[in-house]
Each structure stands twice: as structure tokens, then as C-alpha cells.
């Protein structure tokens, strides 16, 4: 347990569905993270929030909707995915953006 | 320009053995060094952590760092099966509060029983 939690852990959607996935830290730390890991490929850093402020967006396509309400909660918010959009979603967590991340145990995504 | 490179892989040794995992990087002024396992399907988990020029030990696992010639190791003693895995390593490019970690692609290890 890392003290990052993210749900669901598994969601099955269609191309034409609209999901969240939520993420919450309980460590205290002021920078958030998503990243993308399709399967065999290395992790893709997709958003940085920075004390709830987006910092980076990684030319993420629009379909892809992030959301920090405050420092502890992240969400991405999934509308009209494409079957390439099915990876494994990691949600982490930091101090301050250089300092070491904690990661939660991942959303594993697959469009239909 | 790449900022931190490690070899895919994979690296293969038999159980009992040394395995060692290398990273290099590009940017001097680099100060902050992770190497994190990930086993397949599962998300990454922080090992070592090392700041300073030399040797940090964790069991069996050492972390070495070297900033002149910009490499950071990972050494697994007593290899074992279960540290089948891909090893991430990552840097703070800056080494401040401003700059975000910068993952390598990882290497994937088997450890052969």
C-alpha cells in the first residue's frame, strides 16, 4: 500500500461511453501525476498538477479530460475513446514535482 | 535529445547470481536518482534512492552513482527469482522543486532458476 488509491481497477467501456477514473493520495503531497502504459511500452507521462494548477499536458488528445478538485484527488475524465486508448492508467503521487513518486496500483482500461 | 537511457533487454542470469542494471543520463546537473521494479502488469515501486557520488546499500540490493562519467547502476546480489522484473530508473533532471522525473524505458530482467 503506497497511500495512492486509484478506481476503478479494471473498466471494460465502448468507444461511445464516458468514465472517470479517480485517484487519491493520502500522503500530503502537493504534485499529482497520470500516466499511460500500453502494454510492453514504457510509461507515457500524460498531466502534471502542481498544487491543483496543470503544470504539463503531454499533447494528450482532448477525448482525455483531467481534473484536480485539490491537492489529494485527480481524476481523467473518458469520453469517445479509441481501442488504442486501452493501457494500464497509473496515478502518482509527490512532494514536489522532482521528489520521488508513489504510485497507485493502476487502472486497467479496455475500449471495446 | 534522449535523457535517460537504459538497455531494453532482456537481461538474463541464473538465480545466485549478480544481475546489474545500467542508466545513463545527459543532464550534469542532475541530483536526485530512483530505480523502481515493476513486475508485469503491476504498477512501479520505489528500491533505491541515491544522491551522492559512491555506493548505497539496501540489502541486496546497491545503487551506484557516478556524476562525472553521468551513470547510475543498480546491482541485485544473490539474484532471485522474484526480482523478475523490469527495473525503471529515473532522475530529477534539474534536481530541484521545479522539474518532474524523468522515467528510462526500463530493463527487463529474468533471474532463471
Known amino acids: 500500500e503506497t497511500g495512492v488509491t486509484q478506481t476503478p481497477r479494471h473498466l471494460v467501456m465502448g468507444m461511445t461511453n464516458k468514465k472517470s477514473l479517480k485517484c487519491e493520495q493520502h500522503l500530503g503531497h502537493n504534485a499529482m501525476y497520470w500516466y499511460k502504459q500500453s502494454a510492453k511500452k514504457p510509461l507515457e507521462l500524460m498531466f502534471v498538477y502542481n498544487f491543483k494548477e496543470q503544470t504539463e499536458n503531454n499533447s494528450v488528445p482532448s477525448r482525455f479530460s483531467p481534473e484536480c478538485p485539490n491537492s489529494s484527488h485527480l481524476f481523467l475524465h473518458l469520453h469517445t475513446l479509441q481501442p488504442e486508448d486501452s493501457a494500464l492508467y497509473l496515478c502518482?503521487?509527490?512532494?514536489?514535482?522532482?521528489?520521488?513518486?508513489?504510485f497507485g496500483a493502476g487502472t486497467r482500461l479496455s475500449v471495446l | 535529445q534522449k535523457e535517460v537511457e537504459q538497455n531494453s533487454g532482456p537481461l538474463s542470469v541464473p538465480e545466485g547470481a549478480i544481475a546489474s542494471l545500467n542508466c545513463t543520463y545527459s543532464d550534469r546537473v542532475s541530483q536526485s536518482f530512483f530505480w523502481y521494479r515493476q513486475y508485469s502488469g503491476k504498477s512501479p515501486e520505489l528500491i533505491m534512492s541515491i544522491y551522492s557520488n559512491g555506493d548505497k546499500e539496501d540489502g541486496r540490493f546497491t545503487a551506484q552513482l557516478n556524476k562525472a562519467s553521468q551513470y547510475v547502476s543498480l546491482l541485485i546480489r544473490d539474484s532471485q527469482p522474484s526480482d523478475s522484473a523490469t527495473y525503471l530508473c529515473a532522475l530529477n533532471p534539474g534536481g530541484g522543486s521545479n522539474y518532474k522525473l524523468t522515467f528510462g524505458k526500463g530493463t527487463l530482467l529474468t533471474v532463471n532458476p
Open positions: 502518482a503521487s509527490s512532494r514536489y514535482r522532482g521528489d520521488i513518486q508513489y
